[in-house]
């Protein structure tokens, strides 16, 4: 699987942008996805998931209702929505997928994935 991520630029504070996630393999539509972020100078952190054991979203505490997930079949994407951004959500972020069962429980652990995107930069500053 081979994904590229896309959609990330500089928005100002309060902003919105939407991250896509596309597979230029096989069909998304039964991964588990999951969304990662690295800041500079800090460790790569979890954002959020689709887990493909019970369809649910789950996201981390920082993301706080800001965040959704949006899935495009057609278009073999996923897609993270980002709402009402700050500066301290400036970060590269990272897409991945879990080919076999992604468990929500277990979604924030990187080694859960089986494939990651290249990064797209999200840089919020006015």
């Known amino acids: 699987v081979q994904l590229q991520a896309s959609g990330g630029g500089l928005v100002p504070p309060g902003g919105s942008l939407r991250l896509s996630c596309q597979s230029s393999?096989?069909?998304?539509?039964?991964?588990?996805i999951g969304w990662f972020r690295q800041a500079p100078g800090k460790e790569r952190e979890w954002v959020g998931c689709?887990?493909?054991?019970?369809?649910?979203?789950y996201f981390a505490d920082f993301v706080k209702g800001r965040f959704t997930f949006v899935r495009n079949t057609f278009k073999n994407s996923a897609y993270l929505q980002m709402n009402s951004l700050s500066p301290e959500d400036t970060a590269v972020y990272y897409c991945?997928?879990?080919?076999?069962?992604?468990?929500?429980?277990?979604?924030?652990?990187?080694?859960?994935?089986?494939?990651w995107g290249q990064g797209t930069l999200v840089t919020v500053s006015s």
């Open positions: 393999g096989p069909s998304m539509t039964t991964f588990g």
């Open positions: 689709i887990s493909n054991k019970d369809g649910r979203p």
């Open positions: 991945a997928v879990d080919k076999g069962l992604l468990d929500g429980m277990d979604c924030s652990d990187p080694d859960e994935y089986d494939a």
